[in-house]
């Protein structure tokens, strides 16, 4: 199942390159992959995606990583 609500990996690239997170003191979301911090979410869209990761399962979790940090689209583009 793929789309918005059942989001999928077919390519597997979230299984092999995975996102991973962390909380900073100020309640900030620190989003990186491959070691690298790639994208910085703060304020209220900070505290309903840890509300959303603590939830989730870790293919649920690297979806909404995905999504935050934009990484989703790539490679679904259309010309």
């Known amino acids: 199942m793929s789309g918005r609500n059942g989001a ?13 997170w962390r909380v900073t003191k100020q309640g900030g979301v620190l989003v ?8 910085t979410v ?4 900070a505290a309903r995606l840890v509300v959303a990761l603590q939830r989730a399962d ?3 979790a690297q979806h909404l990583l995905a999504r935050a940090s934009g990484d989703y689209r ?6």
């Open 32 to 39: 990186s992959r491959g070691g690298r911090v790639v994208m």
């Open 8 to 20: 999928s990996d077919e390519r597997g690239r979230l299984a092999a390159d995975p996102f991973d």
């Open 58 to 60: 870790d293919s649920q």
């Open 42 to 45: 703060g304020g209220g869209d």
């Open 74 to 79: 790539r490679g679904n583009e259309r010309s």
